[in-house]
């Protein structure tokens, strides 16, 4: 068994306390441990499902669905790649614009998931979309940056640095191939329709988002 963990970028200094990226973690965090205690209930409660939503019922769950989680699993390995791409991107914004950015990026990854499948009653649940938007806007923002990465197959374990173009390039294929996961789960209703759309979004308006003057690696970020 065999993955690739992205760790965070290499190729620039962090110029502000990444808050907004923080902030959503812990929210992230909070709302688990909530399900924990919910159960079912609570999932159905707030998770978004398709089939409501087209009738109008339940639109407040678009944006509480971004913060529920399928698993252990599926909530670390979503703010992990949060944590991985978020801070450079709060930088290159400010975190005002960042969580607006954010929250915008899963709200239309939701509604393209709904759309998708309109008569789902399998609950839509997850950060991924927006998490997709983060890494969309990276993509389009910082292509040549270093993403330090943890690469593992079996026991065998190492460090490695990987162009974003090629990480994120990569990862966004597999979606659109193998209605893949930012996290690798396959859990609810959170689908490669989210994932695609998120990212989409994220590449497309970023500019709307970005500071007038993005911070930019120094000459001599690559690690040696």
């Given at each position: 068994?065999?993955?690739?963990?992205?760790?965070?970028?290499?190729?620039?200094?962090?110029?502000?306390?990444?808050?907004?990226?923080?902030?959503?973690?812990?929210?992230?965090?909070?709302?688990?441990?909530?399900?924990?205690?919910?159960?079912?209930?609570?999932?159905?409660?707030?998770?978004?499902?398709?089939?409501?939503?087209?009738?109008?019922?339940?639109?407040?769950?678009?944006?509480?669905?971004?913060?529920?989680?399928?698993?252990w699993s599926h909530i670390l390995g979503n703010m992990i790649f949060l944590w991985a791409f978020g801070p450079a991107m709060e930088d290159a914004m400010n975190p005002f614009s960042f969580s607006v950015f954010y929250l915008l990026g899963g709200l239309i990854a939701m509604f393209a998931q709904v759309a998708a499948s309109p008569g789902s009653y399998v609950p839509t649940l997850g950060a991924s979309g927006a998490i997709a938007a983060v890494m969309g806007a990276f993509l389009v923002t910082y292509p040549r940056d270093r993403i330090r990465s943890l690469f593992f197959f079996f026991l065998f374990i190492r460090i490695t640095y990987i162009p974003a173009i090629l990480l994120i390039g990569f990862w966004f294929l597999m979606q659109l191939v193998n209605v893949g996961a930012v996290a690798n789960v396959q859990h609810g209703g959170v689908a490669y329709m989210a994932h695609v759309s998120g990212f989409l979004f994220g590449a497309l308006t970023v500019k709307l988002f970005r500071r007038k003057q993005p911070t930019f690696a120094p000459p001599n970020a690559w690690p040696r």
């Open positions: 068994m065999g993955g690739l963990i992205p760790l965070g970028d290499v190729s620039r200094r962090r110029v502000h306390f990444p808050i907004a990226t923080v902030v959503i973690i812990v929210l992230n965090l909070l709302v688990w441990f909530l399900e924990l205690q919910g159960g079912d209930t609570f999932v159905y409660q707030w998770a978004a499902v398709p089939a409501y939503i087209r009738s109008g019922n339940g639109l407040i769950t678009l944006i509480t669905s971004m913060f529920l989680h399928g698993s």
